[in-house]
């Protein structure tokens, strides 16, 4: 394992459904309104973790059908009692071997793991494969190095200033290309066409200090995982 990534854990989904989940609910229906697709179509969605954008496809679009594909274990477990719908079938694969078949999906969607997957190339090149001639892919990732998830810049920002070793684990330098122009350029060099992009935006507001901390303390996710890593301090008089 890579350095960098030591700390993602991606097994508990209802740790990760309380961290990242939450938001994740909030910013599918702003993507899907961006996208605007036609009703009745097939979808595949690379990624699904607990199954926030599937929730959303489900409620706003209609679809003929929706296969939903994920790693772990632990989040599809959470997405199927986070969606029980008979719609959507939800299914253990790897984002670069898609065990779909070729020209069979009519919208290929993926929300906030593309940063996570090692050969993103190939990652893409498998989503061209399964679209259908005339088919939309469609994902989205938070802008890291943009300052984007100020809650999660506020974490790695009083962790650095503890640990400097930490710098490298932010996202902002592990996943410099999640940007416009880097997300445009990664889907120039795989092949796709007619690209566009936009940014999606919407506030984290939380209760109080203990809604935001909790989630850290559940370590899945990178953060999360760091969080847990360090060894307790006494409390000194």
């Known amino acids: 394992m890579a350095e960098a990534a030591r700390h ?3 097994q508990a989904g209802d740790s990760y459904d309380l961290y990242m989940g939450r ?3 909030q910013i599918a229906p702003l993507f899907l309104d961006w996208l605007d697709p036609a009703e009745g179509l097939d979808w595949l969605e690379v990624g699904c973790g607990t199954g ?3 929730a959303a496809i489900l409620a706003r679009c209609n679809p003929s059908s929706l ?3 994920d790693p772990s274990e632990g989040f599809l477990a959470k997405a199927r009692a986070n969606v029980p719908d008979k719609r959507v079938e939800f299914l253990a694969g790897d984002a670069q071997a898609l065990a779909v078949e070729s020209d069979s999906k009519d919208m290929i969607v993926s929300a906030l793991v593309l940063n996570f997957i090692p050969d993103k190339q190939k990652a893409l090149a498998e989503m061209r494969r ?3 001639p005339g088919a939309t892919i469609g ?3 938070w802008d890291y190095p943009g300052g984007g998830v100020e ?3 506020a974490f790695w920002t009083a962790a650095t200033a503890l640990d400097p070793g930490a710098i490298d684990l932010t996202e902002d330098r592990r996943f410099p290309f999640c940007t ?3 997300l445009t350029d990664l889907t120039e060099k795989a092949g796709l066409v007619s690209i566009d992009s936009t940014r999606v935006e919407m506030p984290a507001v939380f209760k109080d200090f203990e809604d935001y901390w909790h989630p850290f303390t559940l370590g899945a996710g990178p953060a999360p995982g760091y969080c847990m890593s360090l060894a307790p301090r006494l409390a000194r008089d």
């Open 139 to 141: 994902f989205y990732v």
């Open 52 to 54: 926030a954008l599937s």
């Open 130 to 132: 399964v679209a259908r």
């Open 151 to 153: 809650f999660m810049r």
């Open 23 to 25: 938001w994740s609910r």
């Open 180 to 182: 416009q122009d880097g």
């Open 8 to 10: 993602d854990a991606w």
């Open 67 to 69: 296969v939903s594909i």
